[in-house]
């Protein structure tokens, strides 16, 4: 009897074992160790021929792939603020007429179709004010620019929404990085509705108005902001994601420091910002010397419409004011926090980007002053409006070098 019943056990040990063994031929683990090479004895994985990997090396690599992805998607978004820069200065982005998110990704070919679209750009008020006289092959420059633009666009939503959709399926998102990389792929859409939301002021008919025909400043604004914010939120999980996180001694200066350091990148993204309502308003050709305006440290000008709050998004004067003093103030802001640095001990990786940031921002004011003195030209406009989003890139990764350890 006693025999019989170890047998009994002895059967159901084997059955269980048997399974278990066809289940870890099945599971990721044996796939993880013929990749490397590994053998098996017998269809059985051999535990002492490779080291489990762990959990936490597991995490490391796919923090490390995500943050890539990321960095790289936040490069194309630093293309499409660029390209949109240079659509802008060339005053193309009013030649596309209408939106269709597939039609369109295929330009027009024969000289039929040229001219079909042109006489629909004919139909607004930017040919019938501003380029009343141009021809066919200017027009294909400027449809050639907005048509690049929505083009890097859809690029830019094809770079984040497929990699999710494959991480996603590979469990490569955590749990509290679902959400945030769900909210990044919204953002990318709304950002091309917002697009053509913008777009679509400048085809309106203002009949109250002899003005040149330009897109809200407001909407600009916005359109420009949305990038900016989907381009720092990228960078910043990509970085925090792929570096790892500085072991600095906590200390009261480390704690002023960080607190400094966000208050300067918050300065220079707004600084970034209105710089949307300087070309929305052609403001850098209102006041072409430095430092004065004119002959006036404050001009006349300042405050010439009513309600006073208007002449902050309305005037050209006072945004160009505006946005002189927002440049000043980061400038002064990031000398200070590179000073305020040289009293704190941190590596060598964070000094490196606080150095960046401050070279940056003197070579932005620079920019800025150059490109307002010779009134505008395009090549210089396009190089300083890329050089606040640089300023910025260099602001993220400060903070990102100074933020706290989790423990």
């Known amino acids: 009897m006693v025999l019989q019943v170890l047998r009994l056990a002895l059967s159901c040990r084997c059955q269980t074992a048997s399974k278990y063994v066809q289940q870890i031929q099945r599971t990721p683990l044996r796939q993880w160790l013929l990749k490397r090479g590994q053998t098996t004895e017998g269809g059985h994985v051999s535990v002492r021929t490779a080291s489990m990997p762990s959990a936490a090396s597991d995490r490391v690599l796919s923090d490390r792939v995500l943050g890539r992805w990321l960095v790289g998607c936040s490069g194309l978004v630093l293309g499409a603020v660029v390209l949109g820069g ?27 179709e040229w001219e079909d679209e042109f006489s629909k750009y004919k139909q607004f008020p930017e040919f019938k004010i501003l380029n009343h006289d141009m021809t066919l092959t200017e027009f294909k420059f400027i449809f050639y620019m907005e048509w690049g633009h929505r083009m890097w666009g859809r690029l830019v939503g094809l770079a984040y929404i497929l990699p999710t959709v ?33 777009v679509k002021s400048g085809l309106e008919e203002k009949t109250e108005s002899y003005d040149i025909p330009r897109v809200s400043q407001y909407r600009l604004a916005a359109h420009l902001g949305s990038a900016l914010l989907l381009y720092c939120s990228s960078l910043w999980m990509g970085l925090t994601l792929m570096l790892p996180a500085s072991k ?18 918050g300065l220079v ?3 970034a910002l209105s710089g949307a309502f300087v070309a929305g308003l052609d403001a850098g050709l209102v006041y072409n010397s430095f430092p004065k305006m004119g002959e006036r440290w404050i001009p006349d000008d300042l405050l010439a419409f009513s309600p006073t709050i208007k002449n902050v998004f309305e005037n ?22 590179y000073l305020f640095s040289r009293r704190v001990h941190l590596p060598r990786r964070v000094k490196i ?18 490109t307002l003195l010779l009134y505008v030209p395009t090549p210089l406009a396009a190089t300083h409006q890329s050089g606040s ?8 990764w400060v903070l990102a070098e100074l933020r706290k350890v989790v423990k």
């Open 86 to 112: 240079v659509t802008r200065l060339t005053e193309s982005g009013l030649s596309m007429v209408d939106w269709h998110l597939v039609k369109e990704m295929k330009p027009p070919r024969t000289e039929a």
């Open 166 to 198: 494959y991480f996603w399926k590979r469990g490569y998102f955590s749990r509290s990085m679902k959400p945030r990389v769900l909210g990044l792929c919204g953002f990318v859409f709304f950002q091309g509705l917002l697009g053509w939301y913008m």
């Open 248 to 265: 600095i001694p906590d200390s009261r200066n480390l704690l002023q420091l960080r607190r400094f350091a966000k208050a300067t990148g």
């Open 269 to 271: 993204f707004l600084t």
């Open 316 to 337: 050209p004067t006072t945004v160009q004011f505006d946005h002189r003093i927002l440049g000043i103030a980061s400038l002064s802001a990031i000398t200070g926090l």
């Open 353 to 370: 980007a606080i150095g960046c940031l401050t070279a940056m921002a003197y070579t932005q004011v620079a920019l800025g002053i150059s």
């Open 389 to 396: 989003v640089a300023l910025l890139t260099f602001a993220i």
